[in-house]
């Protein structure tokens, strides 16, 4: 019951993030930086965007009501996934030496292994599809692999550039740069037990309180100082997309040994 309810939160954390990603590039009328998953030079202007926040609030509804919430999980995971692999992967050498490149290409890698993961764990609306268990078994594995592999790369640039990330931490917490090691060292555990699959549901269950917390402590007050700073608002609910993709990953997970 507990995981149930894991994947019950995660779910509805994952489509509210991504209702917000939506609803930003309809406000924005193109496609900007740092907004999953489309990158700025992706052709479409004003129209491309536009569509592209429609169909994520199409599916974020979809995902929440739990109405065909499968095939717009795994539709999301799709879309998700190719515009990592064909647009961002333009520009593979800036994503190989640009820290913000980098980020930018594998935050929406690792949401589309979290919808996939999502996908996998919504029921049949159907019996029309008798295999689908093992293919669902197989998608978990396909999205928790992909939602890892980011974690690990975003553990590495913790510690490439702790100076930066320290700057990040609240005023009043202290120890910024011990806290930026720590959270390098916690994606990395992460991301690895994920794809060894030991210890793997306790991991992701940490990593989405980590994320939470990150959403409630630095995020929101940083909105609240900037509401009016497009930024800081993706930022924010990538974070709460990231804390919904780990509690859908720790939910899906077998029980630890």
């Known amino acids: 019951m507990a995981m149930d309810n894991l994947v019950k ?3 509805f954390l994952f489509a509210i993030a991504v209702a917000v990603f939506g609803l930003q590039y309809i406000l924005y009328g193109a496609f900007v930086g740092g907004l999953p998953p489309v990158p700025p030079w992706t052709p479409g202007g004003a129209v491309g965007a536009y569509l592209v926040g ?13 109405w065909r919430a499968r095939v717009s999980a795994t539709l999301l995971g799709i879309l998700f996934f190719v515009c990592v692999l064909l647009l961002h992967g333009q520009r593979g050498s800036a994503i190989l030496h640009d820290g913000v490149s980098r980020t930018r290409a594998f935050e929406p890698l690792a949401l589309s292994g979290a919808a996939f993961v999502l996908a996998a764990a919504m029921p049949m609306e159907s019996s029309a599809f008798p295999a689908w268990g093992t293919a669902a078994d197989k998608l978990i594995k396909l999205g928790g692999l992909l939602f890892a592999i980011p974690l690990v790369v975003f553990g590495i640039q913790h510690f490439m550039y702790a100076g930066f990330i320290a700057t990040l931490v609240p005023s009043w917490i202290p120890g910024h740069l011990f806290w930026a090691y720590l959270t390098g060292s916690a ?5 690895v037990s994920i794809v060894t699959q030991k210890k793997a549901r306790l991991a992701a269950t940490l990593l989405g309180i980590m994320f939470l917390l990150w959403a409630v402590l630095l995020h929101a007050p940083r909105v609240a100082a900037q509401p009016r700073n ?8 990538v974070a709460l997309a990231m804390c919904g993709g780990a509690f859908l990953v720790a939910g899906t997970q077998a029980r630890d040994d």
């Open 9 to 11: 939160l995660g779910r």
């Open 54 to 66: 429609a169909a994520l609030i199409a599916a974020s509804v979809s995902i929440a009501t739990k």
């Open 187 to 191: 994606f990395i555990a992460a991301g």
């Open 230 to 237: 497009g930024d800081e608002w993706t930022s924010a609910f």
